[in-house]
Structure formats: C-alpha cells, structure tokens
Nanobody
Framework: QVQLVETGGGLVQAGGSLRLSCSAS????????MGWFRQAPGKERETVAS????????NYAESVKGRFTIARDSAKNSVYLQMNSLTPEDTAVYYC?????????????WGQGTRVTVSS
C-alpha cells in the first residue's frame, strides 16, 4: 500500500509559478511510473505529466508542454511538478498517482490532491 501526499498548491497570478510536491510513504515508489493529473470542475481528468521508473522518460500533455516539468527524487521517495507561466486554464486540483505502467494513465494510488488557482 502506498500513501501519497500532494503539497504546494495555492493561489497565484497568471504568469506565475508553483512547485508541487508528492511525498510517498508505506513503500517505495521508485519501482513505479508516476504521473500528475488534474481535475477541474466540469472537465475531464487530464494527465499533465508522466515520468518513467528511471526518470529518463517524461511525457507532457500538449496543454502544458514547455511550461511544466516533472521530476522524481528516489532518495526522497518523491515526485515533483514545476509549473511555470501559469494561466487561469491551469486552475484545478492536482493529484500525483502511481501508474500501472509508463503512460498507461491508470492510477492505482493517488493522494488527496492540492488545489491550484490561477487568477487573471
């Protein structure tokens, strides 16, 4: 069983930046592909970034490509999402999840989420 806790959300003006953190406990996440996905009211869940087990492969949704960066730190059993040039369209609750395989977007575990609000 893996417990995930997302932190780092908040209110930011358009053009600003936030860094989300996802800390895991219970077992290591180093053997798993990970992803960040978001849920906005009235919209479908969207995976914004994925990272492979090794961390060498990364993938981004077109909507965030060039603005968001996913990273992982095996020593800290954590995953991060650096978000730059934020727009109001990025407003959502952001979750990190343990993916069944890289890019599958089928998450077996996820946290409670952290809310990101971008004001115009």
């Amino acid at each position: 069983q893996v417990q995930l806790v997302e932190t780092g959300g908040g209110l930011v003006q358009a053009g600003g930046s936030l860094r989300l953190s996802c800390s895991a406990s219970g077992r290591t996440i180093n053997d798993y592909a990970m992803g960040w996905f978001r849920q906005a009211p009235g919209k479908e869940r969207e995976t914004v970034a994925s990272i492979s087990t090794s961390g060498l492969s990364k993938n981004y949704a077109e909507s965030v490509k060039g603005r968001f960066t996913i990273a992982r730190d095996s020593a800290k059993n954590s995953v991060y999402l650096q978000m730059n040039s934020l727009t109001p369209e990025d407003t959502a609750v952001y979750y990190c999840g343990v993916d069944r395989k890289y890019l599958a977007q089928k998450y077996d575990y996820w946290g409670q989420g952290t809310r990101v609000t971008v004001s115009s």
